[in-house]
């Protein structure tokens, strides 16, 4: 019988000279792997470099994110379990916060953040450190306001300056100065009105021509018989008010002229906030001005003979056509 030794737990019994060539042979291989350990490859680089050798840029941004150490413990984990989801919530409880090698953690340099400081800080600290006070924002003081130059802001949807400083005791004289009673016009249905150009004149005598405007907040909205458009009053580099400019319109060769009267009405409007003939809208100065200054006529219309009534100024009646005075019309 063929001497023969039992080989690695196999039942088959190989003979002495083949065990002693398969011995010699391993000799010059390396030790077999664990079935997890095949795939790896030896860490040529870690035995190339020193002990002392810190990670690279690379290695860093790995690390600070924890990835690494997460991925490690999933697959050992997995090797033992054999269930993903298992392992997955185990691990991610373990990980809230990122990992960094000793030694590393002061050479990260944290990524470029906004200014989240307080708008004003002490320069003194009590550990020696001072900190740069944050320049005071914009707007905050009336020197400020006032020095601002009015070519910096957006007045399409500024509000700049609004309330920030009062007008002068001139200025406030030449606004609130009583209305003279021969400005006030009257229009055939009763209301009293002031002259747009009074108001440019008041403006004018108050802040000088080229110390106002009148600033457009938007586009002309033209309706089928009726245009509309926005505009804000600015005085002196500040925002005064704004209002709402309306005019009608018959036909499209008079849209150019009712856009022109949009911007006049939106003035007279403005102008109401300033205290200019703020008298106008006042009931009691209305009934006492109709009463003395006032009078009701009867016309008739000279085509379809409808009559109606129309106001007029006292001592000054004129009926234009195509209305005429109607026989035994007049009353007061």
Excluded at 32 to 38: A, D, G, I, L, N
Excluded at 171 to 194: N, T
Excluded at 253 to 266: T, Y
């Amino acid at each position: 019988m063929i001497e023969g030794v039992e080989v690695m737990g196999y039942s088959r019994r190989l003979p002495t000279e083949i065990f002693n060539n398969l011995t010699k042979a391993s000799t010059l291989t390396t030790t077999p792997k664990e079935p997890h350990q095949m795939d790896k490859k030896p860490d040529t680089h870690a035995q190339e470099q020193p002990e002392d050798d810190e990670p690279d840029e690379w290695d860093k941004r790995i690390f600070s994110t924890g990835c690494a150490e997460e991925n490690a413990k999933l697959t050992d984990c997995y090797f033992d379990k054999k269930d993903w989801r298992a392992c997955t919530a185990e691990t991610s409880d373990g990980m809230r916060r990122s990992f960094v090698f000793p030694g590393v953690r002061d050479g990260i340099s944290p990524p470029p953040r906004r200014n989240s400081l307080p708008l004003y800080l002490s320069t003194s600290s009590s550990t020696g450190h001072t900190v740069a006070a944050a320049v005071p924002p914009r707007w905050t003081t009336e020197l400020e306001a006032d020095s601002a130059s009015a070519a910096d802001v957006n007045w399409a949807s500024s509000f700049h300056g609004v309330a920030t400083k009062p007008v002068t005791e001139e200025q406030f004289q030449v606004l609130m100065r009583p209305l003279p009673e021969s400005d006030i016009e009257v229009k055939p249905d009763g209301v009293i009105y002031l002259p747009e150009i009074k108001y440019r004149r008041r403006l004018n005598e108050a802040f000088g021509p080229m110390g106002w405007g009148l600033i457009p907040k938007g586009d002309a909205v033209v309706g089928q018989s009726i245009v509309t458009r926005e505009y804000a009053l600015i005085v002196n580099g500040r925002f005064v008010s704004q209002a709402q400019g309306e005019n009608p319109f018959f036909s499209p060769d008079q849209l150019p002229s009712a856009v022109e009267g949009c911007k006049s009405n939106a003035l007279m409007r403005c102008c109401k906030d300033l205290g200019i003939g703020s008298e106008l809208w006042d009931p009691k100065y209305v009934r006492h001005f109709r009463k003395n200054n006032m009078e009701e006529v009867w016309v008739e219309h000279a085509i379809s003979k409808k009559k109606r009534t129309f106001w007029y100024r006292k001592g000054a009646v004129d009926v234009a056509y195509p209305y005429k005075i109607a026989v035994n019309s007049r009353s007061t």
